[in-house]
């Protein structure tokens, strides 16, 4: 192993793992066609170049597909586990910039991955449609000083702390109610 692999951080992310947790993700029941959406599967095989990519042949259509086809991820350049990295710092609120940097990637790049990752891991999944009652906790809302402008004044200068609640809690809210986007 190159000694370079082991300050690469995707260098230490196990491809095999990956894959079981995009296989996990999109087909928790077993996998499925994602052309006539049969259950009959059989497994054919693994990717040329990506040896833990699994290859399925549909029994009922006759037709093969991956554990990629029909997702995002599939037809990039970048290995799987640059990607799952991405959706982990995604998860931690970090920039673009600061994904590119820990990844030693261009930020341009980035952009296109996270613009991509937001929309969802499988592609044609359908859009999440909130019903009902929505519950989102941890809200922080200013509501003027009440008399009191001082200690609002005061207040305000933990506003970083405040903005970190707000993100906080807006992450929870995506991660419980579009489960899709991760
Ligand atoms: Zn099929």
Redesign the pocket.
Known sequence: MAASDLINLSGLIDDAKCFALVRQHRWPEGAC?P????GA?IRDGHHDAQLCRQRYR?K????RFDDLTGTVLAGHHQPLRVWVLCLYFMGLNLSNRQIALELGLDGSDVQAMTEQLRRGLVAKAPEVELKGEVEIDEVYVVAGHKGQPAAVAKRAGSGAGAGWQARRAAARWRRTNHPSSV
């Open positions: 066609c052309v006539c959406g049969s599967v549909c009922t259509c006759s037709g």
